[in-house]
């Protein structure tokens, strides 16, 4: 069993950042790889960006390359999403979720366990 709890959403103008974090619980983190997904009011729920258990692996979206970046530290049990370069568009609940080994997926079914998410709020 693993708990996310995702923090660092806000309300920011075009063009800034944020820095979103997802604390999980358990000693077994190193074992999940993970993701980022978002919801926009209305609209399904998107991939984002996904680690693999070592850091070794990330993946995009392309709307979101060379602005937003996927890390985890593994002795914090923290992954997180550096964003830059926000856009109106980018608005929306942002959640960190877990799958069981190594490689991450993009699909959101792949994985097994959700935080709640942290809402992203960007204004024109």
């Known amino acids: 069993q693993v708990q996310l709890v995702e923090s660092g959403g806000g309300l920011v103008q075009a063009g800034g950042s944020l820095r979103l974090s997802c604390a999980a619980s358990g000693r077994t983190f190193s074992s999940y790889a993970m993701g980022w997904f978002r919801q926009a009011p209305g609209k399904e729920r998107e991939f984002v960006a996904a680690i693999s258990w070592s850091g070794g692996s990330t993946y995009y979206t392309d709307s979101v390359k060379g602005r937003f970046t996927i890390s985890r530290d593994n002795a914090k049990n923290t992954v997180y999403l550096q964003m830059n370069s926000l856009k109106p568009e980018d608005t929306a609940l942002y959640s960190c979720?877990?799958?069981?080994?190594?490689?991450?997926?993009?699909?959101?079914?792949?994985?097994?366990?959700w935080g709640q998410g942290t809402q992203v709020t960007i204004s024109s």
């Open positions: 979720a877990a799958r069981r080994g190594y490689v991450p997926s993009e699909y959101d079914s792949e994985y097994a366990y």
